[in-house]
């Protein structure tokens, strides 16, 4: 074939696939591998053209290729072949002008390999094969050019998908942390009682809020959900329209939880809520705490100068009937409730040990005589001073009810 016939043919090629992809902000790995199997097409005058792919897309995971079971192009083996992973492996163009039938069948005379790799895998392979005659030079070096350009293409569109997911992600993020901030706002004030709540970011997860359940009573929630990003916004939503629903009703903190993790067990995307409500009631002088999940949460007595730490059992959402544990704690002058998320607890310090809930308990036994915002940023502050450096974190929430 004519040297000129031979570049005109790829450069159809060439348009056929940038017309496939053309104009679109990420490109699937099937999306690309169609571009490759049409614009091939225009390249040579073949009896066969055969596709080979990784076993993954190859826009996503890792290569391993798979062969076409009894491929009419005449495709010998298998991938378990020696041969033909050996020739996957290489990356490299291959051209065959005389068949000895060991890799594809010998009812083909000549054949090319046209491979598609990005950081030394190849994804994509196309087999080109004739009957009669063989594959000029100029073919040749035609071909060598396509699969350069499929190559070059691969890893742009890899980058490219990469800072798109990576836009789309902060963006999710951006309007999860608003749906945050915007449940979190707003707060209850009730005459005798010293509320504050402090938070610093992390992934988007915790939520903090208060509502007012009487003329003089108080509903606390200190949340941590456990979703996907998508799921968690729509999660926000629901606990803090869930939990405003509820805080109107006579029913206890114990029973409040029981109820969300019901319906939490009914949606249909996977979301975990780890919980603590604290109901006041100061007609009855007692504060009612009830929790599930890994959440943390302490009474400080200012009578006996001591603190006590609460467990609870597993997350809303994941058991049905699961058991929702519930305590009574005084509410005396001076006395002091916390509740945090894991952010706090599951806090790596530099000498390797978690921050841990004793930890908490004994900043508020220091403390006790701060202020309730004061107190609240203190222990944020010391879980900051002391966490190991460089390390992905959880959100922190704390909040602090003092009985004035």
């Known amino acids: 074939m004519k040297q000129h016939i031979a570049y005109e043919r790829a450069l159809r090629a060439l348009r056929e696939f940038d017309r496939q992809i053309a104009g679109a902000v990420t490109v699937s790995g099937n999306a690309f591998t169609e571009a490759v ?43 378990t072949s020696p041969l033909w992973k050996d020739l996957f492996a290489s990356g490299r163009f291959r051209a065959c002008a005389k068949n000895d039938g060991e890799l594809v069948s010998r009812k083909y005379r000549s054949w090319l390999y ?17 009957r009669d005659g063989k594959f000029s030079e100029a073919e040749q070096k035609a071909a060598e050019i396509l699969a350069a350009h499929y190559s070059q293409s691969l890893r742009n569109i890899r980058a490219r998908n990469r ?20 449940a979190t706002r707003r707060r209850a004030e009730i005459p005798g009682l010293a509320l504050a709540m402090d938070y610093s970011a992390g992934t988007g997860s915790d939520l903090g809020k208060t509502w007012k359940t009487g003329l003089n009573s108080l509903l606390i929630c200190t949340c941590d959900l456990t979703a996907s ?60 705490i009830a929790g599930c999940g890994n959440i943390g949460a302490i009474h400080f007595s200012h009578e006996n100068m001591d603190a006590k730490i609460f467990d609870f059992g597993p997350a809303a959402g ?65 879980v900051e001073e002391k966490e190991e450096k460089g390390v992905n974190r959880d959100d922190r929430t704390v909040h602090v009810l003092k009985i004035e």
């Open 37 to 79: 199997r049409l614009s091939i097409q225009h390249f040579a005058d073949a009896d066969s053209v055969t596709l080979l792919s990784a076993r993954s897309a190859p826009l996503d995971g890792s290569a391993g290729f798979s062969l076409p079971a009894g491929d009419p192009a005449g495709i010998v083996g298998s991938e």
């Open 114 to 130: 046209i491979p598609v790799s990005a950081k030394k895998e190849t994804w994509i392979a196309a087999v080109v094969a004739r």
């Open 163 to 182: 800072k798109t997911s990576r836009i789309a992600e902060e963006a999710r993020h951006a309007m999860l942390l608003h749906t945050q901030a915007s």
């Open 229 to 288: 990003d998508a799921e968690r916004q729509a999660g926000m939503i629901y606990l803090d329209t869930w939990l405003s629903v509820l805080s109107r009703t006579t029913m206890d903190a114990k029973a409040m939880i029981k109820r969300i993790n019901s319906d939490m067990l009914e949606r249909p995307e996977e979301c975990y809520a780890s919980l603590a409500l604290v109901k006041h009631a100061p007609e009855q002088s007692v504060l009612e």
């Open 318 to 382: 994941i058991q049905e009937n699961a058991e929702i544990l519930s305590y009574q704690v005084p509410a005396g002058s001076g006395d002091i409730v916390c509740a945090f998320t894991d952010g706090i607890t599951g806090t790596r310090k530099r000498n390797g040990d978690l921050f841990g809930a004793e930890e908490t308990a004994e900043i508020i036994r220091k403390h006790y005589y701060l202020s309730a915002p004061d107190l609240a940023a203190k222990i944020l502050a010391a």
